[in-house]
Each structure stands twice: as structure tokens, then as C-alpha cells.
């Protein structure tokens, strides 16, 4: 039976520390999936630290889709991040309902298996709403998504300030 672990919070709030921390704790060779597209440099760069950030005991999975592809049955997974994974499908899609509905059904997929999962999550409706009619789009999606995630976790953290907070 999966167990799901659920880390939100702002950016540069500490989600992905604490998620790398916690899989570490209960596990000396967890999995990192890592669910980004790298658009441009900067973000290349970005990308590297957190690789060099990481140690070698890290397996390391990159997969901006199709999550539930790979066997991970008795691993613990970190998954980072449901938002950037949204995004690959949104772009692609262009239509946040549909965007929605392969989402959910992929994320059922991946939990089927046997495994403890850590997702981290962008809380990106925290703040004002966007003036651009795609964003609103999308923030609506992380939104549907996260709510859908949460209610599935045997746990919920939120990130303030680098600070757990337990919420579930």
C-alpha cells in the first residue's frame, strides 16, 4: 500500500529541502523524479544545484510527464514538483480541464504502486489574481490539482519561512 506525503508552500519557502530531508530519513537510496523541462539557462543552472545538492545515494529520474512509467514498487519517491509537471501537460494540452483530468489520472497511476511518495507543490494562488487569462488558467489548475493531492495524503506539510508546518 502507497503512502503519500504532500509538501506545499511558496517559492524558495524550503519545500524541496525539507522533501529531500524527509526521503532521506526514510530512506538511504531514494528516488528523486524530477518532473522539469528546462526552457532556458538560467534554469539549466538551477537545475544543476539542485543535482549537485543532492548526493550520489540519490537515484535520479527525469520524467516531465508520464510519471507512472517507471517501477518504483518499495522505493521511496520524491517527486519535484507537481507544479513544473502541470505545466508540461497545460502546455501541451492548453485547456486546464483536460489538463486536469490526465492529471488525476496519471497521479492514480503513480500512488497505485506500492511505495512512499513525497510530492512538493507551489501554493501559486496565495497571492493576487493575474491579469493574464492563461495564468488565471493555470493558477486555477495548481489549485484543482493540489486539493486533489491533499485530500489523498496521509500527510500535509506547508513551508513557511524553511518552517514545517503540519497541516494534515
Request: negative net charge; aromatic residues 8%.
Amino acid at each position: 500500500m502507497s503512502r503519500v506525503i504532500l509538501i506545499t508552500g511558496g517559492q524558495r519557502s524550503g519545500k524541496s529541502e525539507e522533501a529531500e530531508r524527509l526521503a532521506l530519513s526514510l530512506s538511504d537510496r531514494p528516488v528523486y523524479l524530477a518532473t522539469a523541462h528546462v526552457w532556458d539557462e538560467e534554469f539549466r543552472q538551477r537545475v544543476e544545484r539542485h543535482q549537485q545538492r543532492r548526493g550520489p545515494q540519490w537515484t535520479n529520474i527525469e520524467e516531465e510527464r508520464r510519471l507512472s512509467r517507471h517501477d518504483l514498487r518499495g522505493r521511496v519517491v520524491l517527486v519535484d514538483c507537481i507544479t513544473l509537471w502541470l505545466t508540461n501537460i497545460f502546455f501541451d494540452l492548453q485547456d486546464a480541464e483536460k489538463a486536469l483530468a490526465e492529471a488525476k489520472a496519471e497521479f492514480d497511476r503513480l500512488v497505485a504502486q506500492d511505495a512512499t511518495f513525497i510530492f512538493v507543490t507551489n501554493e501559486i494562488g496565495s497571492g493576487g489574481v493575474s491579469t493574464d487569462a492563461v495564468q488565471r488558467q493555470f493558477t486555477d489548475l495548481q489549485g484543482w490539482m493540489n486539493q486533489y493531492v491533499a485530500r489523498r495524503a496521509d500527510e500535509v506539510l506547508l513551508m513557511v519561512s524553511g518552517i514545517a508546518v503540519k497541516i494534515k
